[in-house]
């Protein structure tokens, strides 16, 4: 449901990219640190600003569910200062933590599949040594 609603408001917004399609990959297999997870799967794949988010986004939405799980709502803020803090706020504000409502139209996840195997086509990113 978060994954296709995510995608789906990014798409309506002009916006759909490797961070709505794939951050909540990893939820089932690691409910508490997918973001980590995925991010490392996504490294070779995508540019490092949608990794750090996806990697991040977890903290980022305690922010609104801290005080109901006993999370620090404002463990996000040691990366305050970091050139990437604002793009994950925005996403998580605007693209996740609203993105729970079954009641959504969202588009199959289908339609984007397209995008994901552009996603993994090839690993763009990967660190040669
Ligand atoms: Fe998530």
């Not at 801290?66 to 999370?71: A, F, K, V």
């Not at 305050?80 to 139209?105: T, V």
Request: aromatic share 12%; glycine share 8%.
């Amino acid at each position: 449901m978060g994954l296709a609603t995510t995608t789906t408001q990014r798409e309506r917004d002009g916006r759909v990219d490797e961070a709505a399609l794939l951050h909540d990959s990893g939820d089932e297999l690691a409910p508490y640190t997918h973001g980590e997870m995925v991010a490392a799967i996504l490294r070779p794949y995508v540019e490092p600003r949608i990794c750090w988010i996806v990697g991040h986004h977890g903290v980022f939405q305690q922010h609104y569910y801290g005080r109901q799980t006993g999370e620090d709502p404002d463990a996000r803020e040691r990366h305050r200062g970091h050139e990437w803090f604002d793009d994950c706020a925005e996403f998580c504000e605007l693209y996740d933590q609203n993105c729970f409502d079954p009641a959504y139209d969202s588009l199959p996840l289908e339609r984007f599949e397209p995008v994901v195997r552009e996603v993994f086509a090839e690993p763009r990113y990967l660190e040669r040594g």
